[in-house]
């Protein structure tokens, strides 16, 4: 079975600062990993996803994902954090191109304070 | 473009009431799935679809059911509503291994 955790609820940072939120996953295969992020009464956008080839992955909007298979982390960083990045986030996983059975994690909220 | 397309965006039922929620795309994928969100819980998986005439079960079926007659609508079917059944229910397709795309969603509530 697959499953993703997101060990933060709620991240509170500053306009400007740097910003990391953390994912962990379970699956037994190859994982197909994404992060999605929502705005408030908004559905789901892609961030970026990860399925082969360089580690290090490039999203929209600045943001950046590192997979880690030795700690089965997915972690999304962006280096300077804007107001309007204050939504909701998802990390989730799927078996290599089934990106239509996902499993989702529950989310971190992030609060931009300026 | 429209991408995903859902219907309506807000609803309130009596429990008992049956009701469809609509979910058009436009994007010509063969994959469409319907999800359902929770506060604290993120989203988890009802029914899928792989293309026209096939659908499978997710991990929370009970209570819904869904026909795909076509590529590119996907309705999704809530037979007696029950209060457990108020959330935020988003539709999504894809086309592998570019990711899901997902509708605005719609807010159900159940009294």
């Known amino acids: 079975a697959q499953s993703v955790t997101q060990p933060d609820i709620h991240i509170t940072v500053s306009e400007g600062a740097s910003l990391e939120l953390r994912c962990n996953y379970s699956?037994?295969?190859?994982?197909?990993l994404f992060w999605y992020v929502q705005s408030p009464g908004q559905g789901l956008q892609l961030l970026l996803k990860?399925?082969?080839?360089?580690?290090l992955v490039q999203g929209i909007k600045g943001f950046e994902a590192e997979f880690k298979r030795s700690q089965s982390s997915f972690n999304l960083r962006k280096p300077s954090v804007h107001w309007s990045d204050a939504a909701e986030y998802f990390c989730?996983?799927?078996?290599?191109?089934?990106?239509?059975?996902?499993?989702f994690g529950a989310g971190t909220t992030v609060t931009v304070r300026a | 473009n429209a991408g995903v397309t859902q219907t309506p965006k807000f609803q309130v039922l009596k429990t008992g009431q049956s009701m469809t929620l609509q979910c058009a795309q436009d994007?010509?994928?063969?994959?469409m799935s319907w999800y359902r969100q929770d506060p604290g819980m993120g989203l988890r998986l009802i029914h899928y679809?792989?293309?026209?005439?096939?659908?499978d079960q997710g991990e929370v079926p009970n209570g819904y059911n869904v026909s795909r007659s076509t590529t590119e609508d996907f309705p999704l079917r809530l037979l007696s509503a029950a209060p457990s059944q108020t959330s935020v229910y988003f539709c999504?397709?894809?086309?592998?291994?570019?990711?899901?795309?997902f509708g605005q969603g719609t807010r159900l509530t159940v009294v």
């Open positions: 999504a397709s894809s086309d592998p291994p570019g990711g899901a795309f």
């Open positions: 699956y037994g295969a190859t994982p197909y």
């Open positions: 990860y399925f082969s080839g360089d580690t």
């Open positions: 989730a996983v799927g078996r290599l191109l089934n990106d239509y059975k996902l499993s």
């Open positions: 994007m010509n994928h063969e994959y």
């Open positions: 679809s792989v293309g026209a005439g096939i659908t």
